[in-house]
């Protein structure tokens, strides 16, 4: 029995189709990222979990039951939101236990519920204060106690960090891990922030156009991009893109004038290619004087941008920009001429026309 | 499993749309439908008594036997003549002493809200209470006339109250000191609404005040602008009250409205006459509603 | 003034104070202050007058202030007076205009803010389509709709009585009001009303318990804009209200000024006052709420 199941889910706006014959199962327990650019429609997902908003066609399951077309609060969720979407006119307390007064829960198991998520997320002294008294990170604290106190298996995150600061956004975000490994409920999270994706989930959906580009670890999907736009879209900065074709029966790959050997690839069979790309994340090329054993290719230094821990160098490559991440070694001047060594084992190569990962 | 059916759509959020019927219920009644029975009963020769069913209608059609009449009637032709003469200074004025006085409020001056509050207050009165004060102020025996007559100047005259000829000029003025505080209150949060960096860029460039004013701001403001106009226009086809409590519509018929003219014959057994004059100032504000239909229509159809 | 000339001696930085004295701004004082003077000559007579006795009006000019004030004129004009055929003063307008104002305004507010509810939270087509031709049909004028609400007021059984009143004024603000309406409860934020209806909050606990509380500011400026657009009404009195409730407004124009022939200028501006008293007291108490409501209900629509 899957946790969430979604099953053939499709939302139009009138003509306009926002989600597109979609399907997602999470299992128990699991922490599912929906990631993607806005208005690729991973909020409007979370919105359809919750009830928030009525589907065109499909199901929804959650905990073995069809919710589809039950009401928000009786789905068995908790929702946690950007804005924290605290009543202002109610104190904590009275946030908290709102929800629970009107499921008409009595006033002991009201007190206890409150009590449990007060000491687990470190509230017990702010419960009377009202909303407009607590910082951001208080603010959000609450926001998931009053998920918390519902007592759900399922917990929905839209974007909860968004509206923090850098520091207290990381700050949270190893908070709520620590809480689903405390908790272990499923937990659905919405964001665009890959960081916070790679770092809290065990699967991350990438979203495009209203659909699952790819729905896999965070490993594969860093490491095995399934298309172009998921290879482009995670990582920072962004893989480099060589446009060329595939040579020889798929041994190898031509790109401009040069010829790269492809028998390290670690992927499915090539084959004789007219138009592909190959994909190199910025820390699977080296930086080489000379040229040096396998393959590699020639560049010109254009910027070297030292970012502390490391070097950003930017090259020039047949007219392309290229992106390397270095150690940092004393800079290289501009004009430098240096031969780059490709990590073929785990580039990824796509093909042009389908924009498919090979 | 338990298979679920889609819910009916149209009982999702039942209360929701429950809620919600009243107002349903005044639209569809009130405003459409009387304003479907009003034009449709003005081809028909009813007096007194309403009629519904398409058979009544059909009995009683005249076709435009009610519009051939009207505008044969000398009391109309002088209503809708000061309807228009009303209209037109009204709106005038009241956009040009409301964008002026928001000019002089926009310049950063100290006590705005003491001219503010000056500027608005007649517009919190009711058009009988401006109509009674102004009644007595433009009184020729007691009011202006007789000050100024009193300070020496013994010929001067200002009769306009009682001369039929200027009577409906009465009006204007009276309505002018009423409602041109609420245009000058929109504009002013029309000029408001521009963005500082336009004055900032226009002064960069060293192009006069008056200039920006006029060749910047002002087309800028022109969707609001025109909001402005048909509101106030719209509002001057409404006209009663105010010339009531004034002049009473004289002397004669002198400063006589639409509005007096359709409430008499709605009134006094004459339905279908008055019902055919409504559907002249229907028309008349359908005309003047053109200008907005078109600034937010084109806004959705942009954006 | 000395907050601003220390605050400029410790920090130059701001924008340099505007010379009160230079001669463009000489200008723009003058023509405020002639035509502030223009605007409040009307109130001034009004005072004025009706403090004078009938000699004082005769002999003197309107615009000269009486010496010998008295409130004679006021009292008659409250108890005294003859409205048509009674000459009981506007004492029974008076209380038919609270009467007629006080549900009223409850009714249309709460009509109103019901469908600007639904209209910004719980939107479906039928209604938003409905809302389109309300906001239209709230130019229309009011004679198109006058016999047809005779006939609609007759058909309910409530012509001629308060409860029509109350039912054309619900009509006749319900375009303004909830377009007021909407517009607040679309500007929350709507992650707040999410979060209720995952809290398993319905329709109507969503607006009492977490709308409703964080909206005093909407319900003051359409309490402020209904009381004194109701109060000022004389067309929907006279028609719907019946000659035993009709409002103040009525009974000023109604007012007999003529006491063996001599006009009481002084008892009709007295009642002139009286009758602009009430939303002029709330206009002056609330000047702020009273510009964004008209502001608001003009410029966003």
Known sequence: ???????????????????????????????????????????????????????????????????????????????????????????????????????????????????????????????????????????????????????????????????????????????????????GNTMVYVTHDQIEALTLADRIAVMKGGVIQQLADPHTIYNKPTNLFVAGFIGSPTMNFLHGKAIDGGTAFQFGDHRIDLSGYDGGAVGNREAAVLGLRPEHITVHATAPAGPSLPAEVEIDENLGADSLLWLKLDGQSVCVRVPVEGRLPSGTKVHLGLDIAKASLFDAASEQRI | MSEVKRPNPLFRNLTAKLAASPMIFIVLVVFIGSTIWTVASSFTGIKTLPIFTPQEFYDNWVGWDQYVRLWNTPRWITSITNLAIYGVLYSGFAFIIGFLLAVLMDQKIRAEGVFRTIYLYPFAL?????????????????????????????????????????????????????????????????????????????????????????????????????????????????????????????????????????????????????????????????????????????????? | MTAMSSASTVTPNGAKPKPMFAPGRVLIYTLLIVTSIYYLIPLYVMVITSLKDLDQIREGNIFIPTMKPTFDAWIKAWSAACTGLNCTGLAPGFWNSVFITIPSVIVSIAVASISGYTLANWPFKFAEWCFTILLVGSFIPYQVFLYPLVIITREMGIYSTLYAVIFVHTVFGLPILTLLFRNYFASLPEELFKAARVDGAGYWRIFFNVLMPMSLPIFSVAVILQVTGIWNDFLFGVIYAGPTNYPMTVQLNNIVNSLQGVKEYNVEMAATILTGLVPLTIYFLSGKYFVRGIAAGAVKG
């Open chain 1, 1 to 183: 029995m899957h946790s969430v199941s979604v099953k053939n889910l499709s939302l139009n706006f009138g003509a306009v189709s926002v989600l597109k014959t979609m399907n997602l199962d999470v299992e128990e327990g699991e922490f599912v990222v929906l990631l993607g650019p806005s208005g690729c429609g991973k909020s409007t997902l979370l919105n359809c979990l919750a009830g928030l908003l009525d589907i065109s066609a499909g199901e929804i399951w959650i905990k073995g039951k069809n919710v589809t077309w039950a009401e928000p609060s009786e789905r068995g969720i908790g929702m946690v939101f950007q804005s924290y979407a605290l009543y202002p006119q109610m104190t904590v307390r009275g946030n908290l236990t709102f929800g629970l007064t009107i499921a008409g829960l009595p006033k002991d198991e009201i007190e206890k519920r409150v009590a449990r998520a007060a000491e687990i997320l470190q509230i017990g002294p702010l419960l009377d204060r009202k909303p407009g008294a607590l910082s951001g990170g208080q603010r959000q604290r609450v926001a998931i106690g009053r998920a918390l106190v519902r007592d759900v298996d399922v917990f929905l995150f839209d974007e909860p960090l968004s509206n923090l600061d850098a520091k207290l956004r990381s700050e949270l975000r190893v908070e709520i891990k620590r809480l689903h490994n405390q908790l």
């Open chain 2, 126 to 303: 009711s058009f009988i209470v401006t109509g009674k004060v102004w009644a007595w102020i433009l009184n020729p025996a007691f009011g202006l006339e007789k000050t100024v007559r009193d300070l020496g100047w013994a010929s001067f005259s200002f009769d306009w109250l009682t001369n039929r000829d200027m009577s409906i000029y009465t009006v204007v003025i009276a309505g002018l000191w009423q409602g041109s505080g609420l245009v000058m209150a929109l504009m002013l949060a029309g000029l408001r609404s521009i963005d500082d960096e336009i004055w900032h860029a226009a002064r960069v460039d060293g192009i006069p005040k008056w200039r920006t004013y006029l060749q910047i701001v002002v087309p800028m403001m022109r969707p609001v602008m025109i909001t402005i106009f048909v509101i106030v226009a719209s509002g001057s086809v409404r006209v009663y009250d105010l010339v009531l409590a004034l002049t009473q519509g004289g002397p004669g018929n002198s400063s006589q409205v639409p509005s007096m003219y359709i409430y008499e014959k709605l009134f006094v057994g004459a339905l279908a006459q008055g019902t055919a004059a409504s559907s002249v100032l229907l028309l008349a504000t359908a005309i003047i509603l053109v200008p907005w239909i078109i600034v937010e229509f084109g806004k959705k159809s942009r954006s």
